[in-house]
């Protein structure tokens, strides 16, 4: 489900292991995907029964810690339990971390301990390099666009629904690529179909507060289309049914840049020769939408460089504390993407 650029042991391979409890001695998970690896501490808490969590669990802040004192917690021998839990947090920022090459080669067989740095650091380098050669070592690189529709249509089938084909690619979409954005995206939607086992293209953008007729991919659409009074009377009428109509519409452009970037790499597959059977990896689309993507890049294709523009200035102005309406922003952007 969520291997993405994964090195070691997947998050399923994971998960699978501390839900039944098969588990080792040191574990170290890094990577800039942190919900992931925040889900393995979570379901590592479980191996340590709640009666017994005061004396054999220590969830430990690498930045207000010393390595000798995390160490000599790591070496206690459980009380009266099978084992005991040790979670160091940002551990690339506890201090004098490689005092942990010697322990990565021996480390305490009654206890779990598992190390979390929130990037790659450098293997090359000690304690880095002792924890990947000697503990369960693995990397949980953020997810690319394929792997996020693939992770959000495996979370709803764990919680029993099925997805209507594009439902998958139309949430990552709108949520962005955090994958906690995502998960609470998913959850949310799981609500709103209650008893029903499948989630449509219609219920994401009704659970966001669009209509169908008025939604981020219909305003797409206008602006591939050139359509611009039709793209103004989305967007604007999106805004309006804001509470913060800056924030909405910094979101907004957010999703025109990935949609535009998206419709870029077309042009760059088609300039590179690669063939349409191909293509949508490249894109980072399904293979049932990229046709979409094509006809949008032959409308948009000699626009593209001057979209990008429009789309920084609009995102550098609404950020930057503009006294300007938002929506005047937003409006001025819709121009110098539709131009007449």
Known sequence: MAKGKNTGPSFE??????????????????????????????????LVAPHERDFNLDVIFGP??????????????????????????????????????????????????????????????????ALKQHAVASEFATLKDRQLHGWVESRFREQGKATESGAAQMLADLSGPDLRTVAGEVDKLVTYVGSRDRVTRDDIVQAAGHSREENVFELQSAIAGGDRARALGIGLSLMGLATN???????????????IQKVWKVTACREQGVPENQMARQVGVPPFVLREYIAAERRLGPRLPAAFGALLAADAELKGGSQRDPQAVFALLIRRLTPG
Do not use: W
Not at 16 to 37: D, M, R
Not at 245 to 259: K, S
């Open 64 to 129: 207000e810690a010393q390595a000798q004192s995390v160490l000599a917690q790591c070496a206690q021998f459980p009380m009266m339990a099978e084992r005991r839990v040790v979670i160091v947090r940002g551990f690339e920022q506890l201090d004098d971390n490689k005092l942990f090459s010697a322990y990565a080669a021996q480390p305490n067989p009654t206890a779990v301990v598992i190390l979390c740095c929130n990037s790659k650091p450098n293997l090359s380098h000690h304690p880095y390099r």
């Open 13 to 46: 391979d994971l998960r699978t292991a501390f839900q039944s409890g098969n588990v080792k001695p040191l574990y170290f998970l890094y990577g800039e995907e942190g919900y992931l690896i925040d889900e393995l501490q979570r379901l590592a808490v479980g």
């Open 245 to 259: 109509r800056r924030g909405e519409a910094i979101r907004m452009i957010a999703l025109l840049g990935a949609y």
